[in-house]
């Protein structure tokens, strides 16, 4: 069955609330820096925000996207592990943010499962 909607297209749509993200991690480190489980906090908020920059922009232009992806899973995944389930037990928020990066940590495999694997070049 054929794709209704392109995988390239799928692949910006999903980059495009990374950035967005990772924008605002640099703008709001401080006021994010109490979610960080690892201090200090502003610096793996700053950290978090320029890898998220880095996978959207790697899902756009389709450079070293499989890789971006697993990255991106394995960020989505201690996340999950490290502050949504602590937290999310005693926050009715931060039950809805568990649900959606399971949804993302999904959603960055199946892309990092779809990518075309880097070119090797011949001798």
Do not use: C, T
Not at 62 to 68: G, I, P, S
């Amino acid at each position: 069955m054929k794709n209704i909607i392109p995988n390239r297209v799928a692949m910006i749509v999903f980059a495009i609330p990374f950035l967005y993200i990772g924008i605002n991690h640099l703008l709001y480190a401080s006021q994010m820096a109490s979610m960080s489980p690892i201090p200090p906090g502003k610096f793996w908020i700053i950290i978090s925000g320029i890898a998220q920059i880095l996978a959207g922009i790697s899902f756009i232009i389709n450079v070293r996207a499989k890789l971006a992806g697993y990255l991106l899973a394995l960020y989505l995944l201690l996340v999950i592990v490290l502050v949504r389930l602590p937290m999310g037990f005693h926050d009715a928020n931060q039950n809805l943010m568990l649900v959606k990066d399971l949804g993302l940590l999904a959603g960055a495999i199946l892309l990092a499962n779809q990518a075309a694997s880097p070119q090797k070049k011949e001798s």
